[in-house]
């Protein structure tokens, strides 16, 4: 089965979201993003977003904390 481009588009909005939610915040406790996330998605949908921004080099995870090692946007607060 083939991803229509609007199931595509909702995906990488999905992954910006959190994404930019770590890196506003600099680092949030992993089941506090979860917390919130949880009305939107399964938690097997939050575990693949928050491996695959671990894999691309964007967060780290120590201690159950997630703090962003991406590259700081310009303007953005850090």
């Known amino acids: 089965m083939n991803a229509t481009k609007e199931q595509i588009k909702a995906t990488l909005d999905t992954v910006r979201v ?6 506003q915040l600099g680092s949030v406790p992993n089941g506090v993003l979860y917390a919130i996330a949880m009305p939107h998605m399964s938690f097997e949908t939050y575990e693949r977003i928050i491996q695959t921004l671990k894999n691309c080099g ?10 962003w090692v991406g590259p700081q946007l310009e303007g953005a607060k850090p």
């Open 18 to 23: 959190i994404a930019d939610a770590v890196r």
């Open 58 to 67: 964007l967060i780290k995870e120590e201690a159950h904390v997630l703090t």
